[in-house]
């Protein structure tokens, strides 16, 4: 429970208006020296004059006629309901906030939105200035908000509850039907912001292209840091294993830290530094920033004078370095630090590099784990918090700013587990013995070196205290157990753990430990170390200046393809291109089967030969990335226009469609219906994308589909809106610079990086800024300067709610004032709706055409699992192989005599087991499942964790299947409560025979997607 000292924001005395708001003569401001300024504005409203529209005593003989009964003045926001109720009329209330790329004064809000407009309604304006609050009247909404929502600030017909405008009535009324989103909405809208781009050019707020060319400077210096905690056991009491249940078993402590500060022009300056004791956080806090504060205190050098080979790289430039377009007049750029010559520049790219005043520190799984240690700290001195959430507990980065003379710096908190997530034993594992170029820089000596570049083992549930340090001998292998993922560790890594111990002396368990830390630091450091070095290489973007790999990969495309990509500046086309937004198609049409061929040990000549097979899609999201784009040119055009054109037109269309799903398609159909919904289904009340045999009315879809659906025998009734754009295949360079590479890779690390850089620009086209949200960390109660404390925070009318973390040290949550609509969604769009057409292209023109007996017994996204009844399936598809299929991964002696074919060639389809038979399947519903391999059982169980499904069997999944059971798994995980992290033991439901995305059939096996003409 929180108890928060709550001073709501409410209106007092006449505060002045703020002069580009006066100017716009849309309120009314009454000049009261009371605290009745709510009641005022609602008079100026309701009462007006036409002479002295300011004065109190223009109103006063109207001051009895509203009721306030139990209403007390200063009136606070939360009580205008109550208001609305006495008086019998309706109250909006907006909000000013200072714009600072326009450096002007915006609408926002609203604050408090009526629930029902009475024909008595008003519109209300509250604004601050230092501590007081005012209400005034807003006479004319739409002059008010038209030159922040219009370039030409023309009257318009204005939405209140979201400020959006609209050319009609009409197109009002329809909007706040359907799809107001009840907050301020921001587009762009082709105005030129007082903002300049690189060049020194104005910038339009309606276009994307790449700008950020500071990011090409390579950061000086970066930090990468970990934490080793205590497992403190936790007493609790036993639970029935048939119920859920929940309770933590452990407190983590942290004791110990170790950081390494990477040079990146002077490896004498990089330096480890460690500690181990209480206060952990606070002296890690303490010790970085003091030797932060240091590096800000170098000394930095004049240009040294030029060599012959600087010399010759002068008169052949033609190019800038920095902004790679072409040179009028040469301006050398030089190394602030070194002094060297970097290249030839513009003189005003030279003035705008900097080095910035941010320093990144960088802990994998920060996110997860050891910020919850760091945020504890970071009240340590003033200095303002900021934070790029996901909700009160979890951030995506954090940053403390640090007063040093004149200026600041920042220290820039990021989890390297948002570029490179894999566990870093396996990312070490990728790298070669040259790159491990800090780990040697510490530990030159071979036989140090080697023993210490794969990550060591550590019995952490051993350690329990301080006293734990002081073992003065390697434990026992058993005590490294983890009940975490319940594995021991192996023979070869407990020997090798003594080896460790042994050759560098180890007395006692904190030299064990401080060596472990310090080999985990530095494997970090040079894995992230050669992500730079790759990305710096190949894009000329440093990853340090960015949060997580869909930025950096975002900018890397932008900047190699020189697209200019235009944004929406209609609310409409964003709603509409919005509600066709659907994710991957994930479903179990049929829940079990059993494979009887040749291939097969206990193969019965008696039965019908089938074959289980398991396809899986290569790089479908880059498959369809590399199709036709839109790029701008968005206009509505009328629904007779031909939409049939070609894949490879020079424009494409979105349209909003009826359809209707003949019911001669159904029996076909049914495994895999054609143009899935989000919908409710079941007696749950959640949305989930669900493929289904109805028909279809106002169904948006992009026109490639929309032919392949009429290809199938889907019929088109009627066309409500078609949205044309200019369109080709502009990604396509890119993604194709990436699979290139990554079949040049000479190491898994390379090529790991190339399809990271390919993926993630995908997860960027799908960002979705209504998830967003606003968290404030505040480590002082008052305001400090222009920061707010937690007093204002909580006093805010948007003010959501709160987390108290220590004495001083709460997160604050504030609802959203406005939505700013600055993502070209429209591409997240086109490539969900694209890669569905690969997907049914091969089920339906190859698969149920080549067999005439098959069924589909799962599907998820990029993947489709098949029973087929054939004499040799692998003898009937050898004819397709090249057009269809990626043998690359088959042994090359394989038994089939496959040919190696089409390796990692985008959009053909990889068998998943390579050959291996599969012997079963069953298939609970989507992303539960399990299958047997001759030697091996594969099980899948969203939600569960792998070492649970590891230990699962196929008689776990046919269980539940068959006798329509429910069971629960016992298993443990992390858990953060108020930056406290816990190892939490709890019972959930793991395996479950119920499927609300299907109608299951009585003989619990096959199902009929919902909507078939047999349900009726």
Avoid at 94 to 118: A, D, Q, W
Avoid at 258 to 264: E, L, N, P, V
Avoid at 345 to 368: M, Q
Avoid at 696 to 725: A, P, S, W
Wanted: charged fraction near 25%.
């Amino acid at each position: 429970m929180n108890v928060n000292k709550f001073n709501p924001l409410r209106g007092t005395s006449y505060i002045d208006l703020p002069r580009d708001i006066k100017l716009k003569k849309a309120v009314i401001n009454v000049k009261n020296k009371d605290y009745f300024c709510f009641k005022w504005a609602l008079l100026s409203a309701l009462y007006p004059v036409n002479k002295h529209t300011d004065r109190v005593s223009s109103y006063v003989k109207h001051a009895n006629k509203l009721k306030f009964d139990g209403i007390s003045f200063p009136v606070k926001i939360s009580d205008i309901a109550k208001v609305e109720k006495l008086n019998d009329i309706s109250i909006n209330v907006f909000g000013l906030e200072y714009n600072k790329e326009k450096r002007c004064n915006s609408i926002v809000g609203p604050l408090f939105l009526t629930k029902c407009r009475k024909d008595r309604h008003i519109n209300l304006l509250f604004f601050s200035k230092d501590t007081k609050n005012h209400y005034c009247y807003i006479k004319n909404l739409s002059r008010l908000v038209s030159k922040q929502i219009s370039k030409d600030g023309h009257i318009m017909y204005i939405c209140e509850a979201c400020l959006l405008r609209f050319p009609s009535q009409e197109r009002l009324n329809n909007h706040e039907q359907y799809d107001c989103a009840h907050i301020c909405t921001v587009l762009p809208n082709s105005e030129t912001l007082k903002k300049k781009n690189w060049f020194g050019q104005p910038i339009s707020n309606d276009k994307i292209k790449f700008d950020s060319y500071e990011k090409k400077l390579k950061i000086p210096f970066v930090v990468y840091a970990d934490f080793e905690a205590f497992l403190k056991p936790i007493e609790s009491c036993s639970n029935d294993p048939s119920k859920p249940f929940t309770h933590n078993i452990q407190k983590h402590e942290v004791h110990s830290f170790g950081y390494y500060i990477k040079c990146s022009y002077d490896d004498k300056l990089s330096k480890y530094v460690t500690y181990c004791g209480p206060n952990c956080a606070q002296v890690f806090m303490e010790s970085l920033s003091n030797n932060l504060k240091e590096i800000n205190r170098l000394q930095k050098y004049p240009p040294l004078p030029l060599t012959n080979e600087d010399k010759n790289q002068i008169s052949n430039a033609t190019i800038c370095h920095i902004c790679e377009t072409e040179l009028a007049k040469h301006f050398y750029d030089f190394d602030w630090y070194t002094g060297s010559f970097i290249g030839v520049a513009h003189e005003s790219c030279c003035s705008k590099i900097r080095t910035p005043s941010y320093i990144p520190i960088f802990l994998h799984n920060l996110s997860h784990y050891d910020a919850h240690f760091i945020v504890h700290a970071l009240n340590f001195c003033d200095g303002e918090v900021e934070v790029i959430p996901q909700n009160k507990e979890k951030y995506i980065s954090f940053s403390k700013k640090l007063k040093v003379n004149n200026h600041e710096i920042i220290l820039r908190f990021l989890d390297s587990f948002k570029f490179l997530s894999c566990k870093l034993e396996e990312l070490a594992k990728n790298l070669s013995n040259d790159q491990f170029q800090e780990l040697r820089r510490n530990y030159p000596n071979d036989e140090d070196f080697f023993r210490l570049k794969r990550k060591g083992v550590y019995p952490y549930e051993l350690m329990t205290k301080y006293d734990s340090l002081s073992l003065t001998s390697l434990p026992e292998q058993k005590c490294f157990y983890s009940s975490l993922t319940d594995s021991h560790i192996s023979n070869d890594d407990y020997n090798h753990a003594k080896d460790v111990w042994e050759h560098f002396g180890c007395c006692n368990m904190l030299d064990y430990s401080n060596l472990y830390l310090k080999t985990d630091v530095l494997l970090l450091s040079d894995v992230f170390e050669n992500f730079r070095k790759l990305c710096i290489n190949t894009y000329d973007l440093d990853p340090a200046h960015y949060y997580t790999a869909p930025g950096l990969s975002w900018d890397a495309m932008l900047k190699y393809t020189k697209i200019e990509l235009e944004l929406l500046t209609d609310y409409e086309k964003i709603a509409f291109i919005r509600s066709g937004i659907r994710g991957g198609v994930s479903q179990c049409s049929n829940r079990y089967a059993r494979a009887n061929n040749k291939y097969m040990e206990d193969y019965d000549t008696g039965k019908p030969n089938s074959y289980i097979t398991y396809f899986d899609a290569n790089n479908l999201y880059g498959w369809a990335m590399s199709q036709y784009l839109p790029t701008g040119g968005f206009e509505w055009v009328n629904p007779n226009t031909e939409f049939n054109v070609s894949k490879t037109s020079d424009f494409g269309f979105i349209l909003e469609v009826d359809l209707e799903y003949p019911d001669e398609l159904h029996d076909l159909h049914s495994d895999f219906p054609l143009c899935p919904e989000n919908i409710c289904v079941g007696n749950i009340n959640e949305n989930k994308l669900v493929p289904n045999l109805n028909n279809k009315d106002k169904y948006v879809i992009h026109y490639r589909n929309l032919k392949q659906c009429i290809e199938m025998g889907v019929k088109l009734t009627k066309i409500h809106r078609v949205l044309k754009f200019k369109q080709f295949p502009w990604l396509k360079m890119y993604i194709d610079l990436n699979t290139k590479l990554r079949t040049l890779a000479k190491s898994d690390f390379e090529k790991d990086f190339y399809k990271l850089m390919n993926n993630s620009v995908f997860g960027k086209t799908m960002e979705n800024i209504e998830k967003r949200v606003n968290i404030k960390l505040v480590t002082h109660w008052e305001n400090q300067g222009k920061a707010l404390g937690e007093q204002d925070l909580i006093a805010k009318p948007q003010f959501h709610s709160l987390s108290i973390f220590s004495e001083n040290l709460v997160a604050v949550q504030l609802r959203k004032t406005k939505l700013i609509y600055n993502k070209p969604i429209y591409l997240g769009f086109c490539i969900l709706d694209i890669s569905k057409t690969l997907m049914y292209d091969f089920h339906y023109n190859y698969m149920i055409k080549k067999f005439s007996k098959i069924k589909l017994l799962y599907t998820d996204t990029d993947s489709l699992i098949y029973h087929i009844f054939t004499n040799d399936f692998y003898t009937d598809i050898k004819p397709d192989l090249s057009s269809y299929f990626d043998t690359s991964d088959y042994d090359t002696n394989n038994i089939f005599e496959y040919p190696k074919l089409n390796k990692k060639k985008l959009g053909f389809f990889k068998d998943e087991n390579n050959g291996k038979i599969m012997k079963e399947f069953v298939g609970l519903r989507s992303k539960m499942y399990a299958f047997n391999l001759e030697n091996k059982t594969i099980a899948k169980a969203k939600g569960v964790n792998k070492c649970i499904t590891k230990k699962m069997t196929m008689n776990s999944y046919k269980s539940s299947l068959f006798n329509k059971k429910v069971q629960y798994y016992s298993m443990l995980r992390f858990k953060s409560i108020k930056h406290t992290i816990f190892t939490q033991k709890l019972n959930k439901i793991g395996l479950s025979y119920n499927d609300t995305k299907r109608h299951i059939l009585d003989n619990n096996i096959e199902t009929l997607a919902w909507g078939h003409y047999k349900l009726r």
